[in-house]
């Protein structure tokens, strides 16, 4: 599961292990042992060890977690194939529905490819906009490339905005860089805003992983940016 570093090392803090088990009461509890209850007592099996199934995972932190790290593990269950169907009835069925993983149900998505982009579509999520759609694909008419962009609205007015996820590590990673310099990386950049531009976009806004912890400063962006609130 997609688990952000922070949110690794508070845990880590804590000291403390769930154990899933079929008896109520906390009674064998101690201070850095908890149990929880299950009405099903699933479970699968990963490197020799017994471990709560990806559904029953997805529906804990959608009922525990912060709402940006439970909509990175909903979104990976959901991507791995794991259908929202089975975690919901999970999470009734075990006493773990509550607002934030109603919330997490509601706009979790299969189409974040990573964890970085499920945490920057739960980050505009929390910001008021309107969810937008993933990966869509474009094709330049002068080139014939295809270019995915990772978020994009269509406005009341006929424009299409367009949010692209930026890791600096793609101008730092040798991998990434694929042999390239960094300013074949920054043409290639470039070539590509082009070209979404040719082929019908309006508006490219580059985020970084660093704006997802200014909240009220990335809205004010993308608000004039031209992305569209949510509806009361």
Same mark, same amino acid.
């Given at each position: 599961?997609?688990?952000? &570093?922070?949110?690794?090392?508070?845990?880590?803090?804590?000291?403390?292990? !769930?154990?899933?088990?079929?008896?109520?009461?906390?009674?064998?509890?101690?201070? =850095?042992? =908890?149990?929880?209850?299950?009405?099903?007592?699933? &479970?699968?099996?990963?490197?020799?060890?017994?471990?709560?199934?990806?559904?029953?995972?997805?529906?804990?932190?959608?009922?525990?977690?912060?709402?940006?790290?439970?909509?990175?593990?909903?979104?990976?269950?959901?991507?791995?194939?794991?259908?929202?169907?089975?975690?919901?009835?999970?999470?009734?069925?075990?006493?773990?529905?509550?607002?934030?993983? /109603?919330?997490?149900?509601?706009?979790?998505?299969?189409?974040?490819?990573?964890?970085?982009?499920?945490?920057?579509?739960?980050?505009?999520? !929390?910001?008021?906009?309107?969810?937008?759609? /993933?990966?869509?694909?474009?094709?330049?008419?002068?080139?014939?490339?295809? &270019?995915?962009?990772?978020?994009?609205?269509?406005?009341?007015?006929?424009?299409? %905005?367009? %949010?692209? !996820?930026?890791?600096?590590?793609? &101008?730092?990673?040798?991998?990434?860089?694929?042999?390239?310099?960094?300013?074949?990386?920054?043409?290639?950049?470039?070539?590509?805003?082009?070209?979404?531009?040719?082929?019908?976009?309006?508006?490219? %806004?580059?985020? /970084?992983?660093?704006?997802? =912890?200014?909240?009220?400063?990335?809205? /004010?962006?993308?608000?004039?940016?031209? %992305?569209?609130?949510?509806?009361?």
């Amino acid at each position: 599961m997609w688990v952000d &570093y922070r949110t690794v090392r508070a845990t880590l803090r804590q000291r403390t292990v !769930l154990i899933v088990c079929n008896t109520r009461g906390n009674y064998a509890d101690s201070r =850095h042992i =908890h149990r929880l209850w299950s009405a099903s007592g699933e &479970y699968c099996v990963v490197g020799g060890v017994r471990v709560t199934t990806p559904a029953r995972t997805a529906a804990v932190c959608a009922n525990s977690m912060q709402f940006m790290a439970a909509m990175e593990v909903m979104c990976c269950a959901l991507r791995n194939g794991t259908s929202s169907t089975e975690i919901i009835a999970c999470a009734t069925r075990e006493g773990l529905m509550n607002a934030n993983a /109603q919330s997490v149900f509601r706009f979790a998505t299969p189409f974040a490819e990573n964890g970085g982009e499920a945490r920057a579509l739960a980050a505009m999520i !929390l910001c008021g906009f309107e969810p937008p759609a /993933q990966q869509v694909e474009f094709v330049d008419p002068q080139t014939g490339k295809r &270019y995915r962009v990772d978020f994009l609205w269509r406005t009341g007015d006929g424009w299409i %905005v367009v %949010v692209e !996820l930026d890791g600096l590590v793609k &101008y730092r990673d040798p991998q990434m860089m694929d042999g390239r310099t960094l300013g074949g990386v920054i043409d290639d950049e470039r070539e590509r805003s082009e070209g979404l531009k040719r082929a019908g976009v309006d508006v490219i %806004v580059c985020i /970084q992983m660093d704006d997802l =912890h200014d909240l009220e400063g990335l809205k /004010q962006r993308l608000a004039r940016a031209g %992305v569209p609130l949510r509806r009361r």
